[in-house]
């Protein structure tokens, strides 16, 4: 699903964001509810000192599985509504691991269970021994009965891409070359090479999580802000209005640049 916010008259060269605007897009937040409270509570307070601007709010997807909190994280944002920004959630890989679970195919069970279902799944209340143990049409209904239909739906309702200003935010990136029009679902939440080592121009800056980097990454045509936040407890924040970009992360003060404090080992091997 391709989301768009148009602003007409309003858009100025890239990248930039249209006059009168500020986006903040969150990075991979994987079960760690502590830290995304940490960091909206941090993004509503630099709004709020900055002058008048319409918020927007862009979630890039994996808020679920490796932390210890899936099912907290889904339901303060099922509720997440400020009266001040709007609110986008864009879908990740691991949300469309789970989506198809929930629709019958067990044969993602194991998979899942290894690349941080585990975790998920206790967070639900399940036994994650125990759910390995059953076979997996058994497994199946298990997580099937313990995720509230709510959720299940909440995490259905998720756009792939947003494109605001000079900038598209995606989970994971886009296929180079190819139209935005024309990309394909599963690179724009699975993919890594060759979007990762790639320079052109692709019309926009990419704003992306999905890999996990030592630090901001910031390229010429793409930022990830995927830091690895389930396990190094920094959870970041992209933010941008007009020509201006800055960052902000748990644990850490305002960040103009991009490098972090604590290193996080790349993760290119899994899921």
Not at 79 to 85: D, F, G, T
Not at 115 to 141: H, K, M, N, Q, V
Not at 145 to 165: K, N
Not at 248 to 264: D, F, P, Y
Request: hydrophobic content about 45%; charged content about 25%.
């Amino acid at each position: 699903m391709l989301s768009r916010l148009f602003f007409p008259g309003r858009r100025r060269a890239l990248p930039s964001i249209p006059v009168g605007y500020r986006v903040y897009a969150v990075g991979d937040i994987h079960g760690r509810d502590d830290l995304l409270e940490e960091i909206l509570g941090k993004i509503e307070a630099d709004h709020r000192s900055r002058t008048a601007a319409d918020a927007v709010i862009v979630f890039l997807g994996d808020l679920i599985d490796r932390g210890p909190q899936s099912a907290a994280v889904v339901e303060r944002l099922i509720h997440y509504a400020p009266e001040w920004a709007k609110v986008v959630l864009l879908a990740g890989n691991h949300e469309e691991v789970l989506l198809r679970l929930l629709d019958g195919d067990e044969r993602v069970i194991a998979d899942w269970l290894r690349f941080g279902g585990a975790e998920c799944c206790a967070s639900y209340g399940l036994d994650p021994a125990e759910i390995r143990r059953l076979g997996t049409r058994r497994a199946g209904e298990e997580i099937r009965a313990a995720i509230p239909t709510a959720h299940a739906a909440f995490l259905r309702s998720f756009s792939d891409t947003l494109s605001i200003g000079g900038y598209l935010f995606v989970h994971a990136g886009i296929r180079p070359g190819l139209p935005l029009a024309s990309q394909a679902q599963s690179d724009l939440r699975w993919i890594r090479q060759p979007f990762l080592t790639d320079a052109s121009d692709h019309g926009f800056i990419v704003v992306h999580g999905h890999t996990i980097s030592d630090g901001i990454d910031q390229a010429t045509n793409r930022i990830g802000i995927d830091t690895g936040a389930y396990r190094s407890g920094v959870l970041t924040a992209f933010c941008a209005e007009d020509a201006q970009r800055w960052f902000i992360q748990t644990g850490n003060e305002m960040l103009a640049s991009g490098k972090l404090t604590q290193v996080v080992a790349s993760e290119a091997g899994a899921c």
